[in-house]
């Protein structure tokens, strides 16, 4: 991620009452999880389908957009424990 976008990431994460590492930790999952889903992990594709998003359009996104989206999508979760729990995932 480019610093400049990784700067304004992480005033956003404090914002909402997080930490720089909150922001570290989550970007190493989602890119984790994209690598795997990319290279045809099932349970990775499974789980960004279920956010609604596709793997397609994923990869044709930079890394920033790519975390963006993932974000946007949980955030679109109205139950706050299945909120939490994607998030987790």
């Known amino acids: 991620i ?3 976008s990784l700067a304004e990431l992480g ?3 404090q914002q909402v009452g997080g930490e720089l590492g909150d ?3 989550a970007s190493k999952k989602i890119s984790k999880t994209l ?3 990319f290279g045809g992990g099932k349970e990775s594709t ?3 389908t279920a956010l609604g998003l ?3 359009d994923l990869q044709s996104m930079n ?3 790519q975390m963006l989206a993932v974000g946007e999508a949980i955030n679109k979760i109205k139950d706050p424990a299945v909120r939490s729990a994607a998030a987790m995932g």
């Open 2 to 4: 480019a610093a400049s």
């Open 11 to 13: 005033y956003a994460v």
């Open 23 to 25: 922001l570290e930790t």
């Open 35 to 37: 690598a795997d889903a």
């Open 46 to 48: 499974a789980l960004l």
């Open 54 to 56: 596709s793997i397609k």
């Open 63 to 65: 890394p920033e957009q």
